[in-house]
């Protein structure tokens, strides 16, 4: 079993900027991909980034230039530096873990995250 724990949600003003953590623990070798996702209220979880265990990274197109993801291997957390916020990036943002030793996958308990003047 894998327990992902999210920090770093919270209010914010539209421009701003925040940083989201997420950091794995239980039994595992090894995590193929981790990553964040969202879902706004009435909407389906959506991708916004992820990266792989050798540093290959997924964005969204609504956040490109505004976010970026970063990744420790060695501590197996994942970190999402959001800059620039908006209104619409308004959304409960969950962790991700894929491919954990290579077939399972996890979520965390998710975070929110509200841009709102």
């Known amino acids: 079993q894998v327990q992902l724990v999210e920090s770093g949600g919270g209010l914010v003003q539209p421009g701003g900027s925040l940083t989201l953590s997420c950091a794995a623990s239980?039994?595992?070798?090894?995590?193929?991909?981790m990553g964040w996702y969202r879902q706004a209220p009435g909407n389906g979880r959506e991708l916004v980034a992820r990266t792989t265990s050798d540093g290959i990274t997924n964005y969204a197109d609504s956040v490109k230039g505004r976010f970026t993801v970063s990744r420790d291997n060695a501590k197996n957390t994942i970190h999402l530096q959001m800059n620039s916020l908006k209104p619409e990036d308004t959304a409960v943002y969950y962790c991700n873990a894929a491919y954990v030793d290579y077939y399972r996958e996890y979520w965390g308990q998710g975070t929110q995250v509200t841009v709102s003047s």
């Open positions: 239980g039994s595992f070798l090894f995590i193929g991909t």
